[in-house]
């Protein structure tokens, strides 16, 4: 059996036209309008997770006063600039991590159960 009887094998002009279509689409962006760029305002919202490996000391890095009035511990005092733009979120627990040691940042975005098929779940990221 020749392998140009394949039926997957597609048109060359088909594979051209898709590969123009590839090279073509990063250039749209600089299609647009000089203003255009300039009516985005607001600023994109961002989110960071800092993973606190084997050996830390886990409250150190916790605010030590939950609610709108917040205080910061002393390992991040140095964030107190920045307050009126982070959120700090504390009081979350993950019992299925407990005693996995290296197995815990596996499953610290997702609340997945850890087990042998390493099988996760939607991550936050």
Not at 57 to 86: A, M, W
Request: aromatic fraction near 8%.
């Amino acid at each position: 059996m020749s392998y140009l009887s394949q039926s997957w094998l597609i048109d060359r002009r088909h594979a051209l036209r898709a590969m123009g279509t590839c090279i073509s689409l990063p250039f749209l962006e600089c299609m647009l309008p000089i203003n255009a760029a300039e009516r985005q305002t607001e600023t994109p919202r961002r989110s960071a997770f800092i993973y606190l490996a084997n050996g830390v000391h886990s409250l150190n890095y916790q605010i030590t006063t939950p609610g709108k009035d917040y205080e910061f511990s002393r390992s991040l005092k140095p964030l107190e600039k920045y307050r009126d733009v982070i959120t700090p979120v504390s009081g979350l627990h993950h019992p299925g991590s407990l005693g996995h040691h290296h197995n815990c940042i596996n499953i610290w975005l997702t609340g997945g159960k850890i087990g042998p098929s390493e099988r996760n779940t939607i991550s936050v990221d």
